[in-house]
């Protein structure tokens, strides 16, 4: 599967966006969806993931509350939902996917296949 984020760009804190990711190839749906994030002179980190019907969700305990992932497996579309954005969101956002990450989600090394990353940047 291949993927592609997009959707990011420069808000003011408290402020909202929203990312998509678009992925190819008929099975979308055979695949669990995740967000990751990487800030400048960081390592990247998990953001939240999606199971593949779309059942489960799970999140990073900085964005819980302020984020939501969802998936619309027959548009083969992910979306992660970004509200109340603060300066520290501020970061190259990632979409990735796997058909067996499960309880590894978390992992960055789980996931077998990622998009090119679109930018956020929040302003104070």
């Known amino acids: 599967v291949q993927l592609q984020a997009f959707g990011g760009g420069l808000v003011q804190a408290g402020g909202s966006l929203r990312l998509s990711c678009a992925a190819s190839?008929?099975?979308?749906?055979?695949?669990?969806m995740g967000w990751f994030r990487q800030a400048p002179g960081k390592e990247r980190e998990f953001v939240a993931a999606i199971a593949r019907g779309g059942g489960h969700t799970y999140y990073a305990e900085s964005v819980e509350g302020r984020f939501t992932i969802s998936r619309d497996n027959a548009k083969n579309m992910g979306y992660l939902q970004l509200n109340s954005l603060k300066p520290e969101d501020t970061a190259v956002y990632y979409c990735?996917?796997?058909?067996?990450?499960?309880?590894?989600?978390?992992?960055?090394?789980?996931?077998?296949?990622w998009g090119q990353g679109t930018e956020v940047t929040v302003s104070s």
């Open positions: 190839g008929p099975t979308f749906g055979d695949y669990y």
């Open positions: 990735a996917a796997d058909r067996s990450v499960r309880y590894y989600y978390s992992d960055v090394g789980s996931w077998d296949y």
